[in-house]
């Protein structure tokens, strides 16, 4: 029955549909009851009155509420490292049982050695922030599903190789932003950067994943906030 819905959220004018109604000023209505289900706390944002559900999918935080860490890099999301390590020699990592080819998800023969993915649920602030300073040289969109990233969806295949996503480089890392049901708008606002700026949005909750160049990671797996360290060098 799942991969039945999903399927069917993926039909080209089912997924109009959606992307309509959240649009809606109508849609606004069911702002409270997702409030409750997710039970977010809605002292750390900055607006109360939102004009649909789109609108609140992509609400701003007060930052004050995130404080910048002082390692050299930092968390670009809220949500949850889900899976991190070493790559293999093959360019291969592993999530949720799945095997995730490097080359297959930037679509080039950049080698990396450590990666990260950072799980954004439906709960979270949907806005992701640069991880240090510096800039992006390349974007690059491949991909074209919406795939849950949850459980549900690795049951289906690997919506990491299949889902929509934004490929960003720079010199050290590649930062990438893969889409999920019915979030296949994202974003980007800002390819220069300081640490801590927000690099763009996600018209839902979604992933993030940092492929690095040549950092020792040390980081533990569990829920992490926008701008707080990600690991210890």
């Given at each position: 029955?799942?991969?039945?819905?999903?399927?069917?959220?993926?039909?080209k004018y089912v997924n109009k549909l959606i992307y309509n109604f959240t649009r809606s000023k109508f849609s606004r209505n069911f702002i409270p009851a997702f409030i409750r289900h997710y039970k977010i706390d809605m002292g750390e944002y900055k607006t109360e009155k939102y004009n649909s559900l789109q609108d609140f999918f992509i609400r701003n935080i007060d930052l004050?509420?995130?404080?910048?860490?002082?390692?050299?890099?930092?968390?670009?999301?809220?949500?949850?490292?889900?899976?991190?390590?070493?790559?293999?020699?093959?360019?291969?990592?592993?999530?949720?049982?799945?095997?995730?080819?490097?080359?297959?998800?930037?679509?080039?023969?950049?080698?990396?050695?450590?990666?990260?993915?950072?799980?954004?649920?439906?709960?979270?602030?949907?806005?992701?922030?640069?991880?240090?300073?510096?800039?992006?040289?390349?974007?690059?969109?491949?991909?074209?599903?919406?795939?849950?990233?949850?459980?549900?969806?690795?049951?289906?295949?690997?919506?990491?190789?299949?889902?929509?996503?934004?490929?960003?480089?720079?010199?050290?890392?590649?930062?990438?932003?893969?889409?999920?049901?019915?979030?296949?708008?994202?974003?980007?606002?800002?390819?220069?950067?300081?640490?801590?700026?927000?690099?763009?949005?996600?018209?839902?909750?979604?992933?993030?994943?940092?492929?690095?160049?040549?950092?020792?990671?040390?980081?533990?797996?569990?829920?992490?906030?926008?701008?707080?360290?990600?690991?210890?060098?």
């Open positions: 029955m799942n991969k039945f819905i999903i399927n069917f959220c993926n039909l004050n509420f995130r404080p910048i860490g002082n390692g050299e890099f930092v968390s670009p999301c809220d949500g949850v490292i889900s899976a991190a390590g070493k790559i293999n020699t093959d360019t291969t990592f592993e999530v949720k049982g799945k095997i995730v080819n490097t080359k297959i998800l930037t679509g080039d023969d950049e080698e990396y050695k450590y990666f990260q993915v950072i799980y954004l649920s439906p709960k979270n602030y949907h806005r992701f922030h640069a991880i240090n300073d510096g800039e992006f040289f390349s974007e690059r969109i491949i991909g074209g599903k919406s795939i849950p990233v949850n459980d549900t969806g690795f049951k289906m295949g690997n919506p990491f190789l299949k889902n929509k996503r934004v490929i960003l480089k720079s010199k050290d890392y590649t930062y990438i932003a893969v889409g999920a049901t019915n979030v296949n708008t994202i974003t980007i606002n800002k390819k220069s950067f300081n640490k801590g700026d927000e690099i763009g949005y996600f018209s839902f909750g979604s992933t993030i994943i940092i492929l690095y160049k040549y950092i020792t990671l040390e980081s533990k797996l569990g829920e992490i906030k926008v701008r707080e360290n990600l690991f210890k060098l």
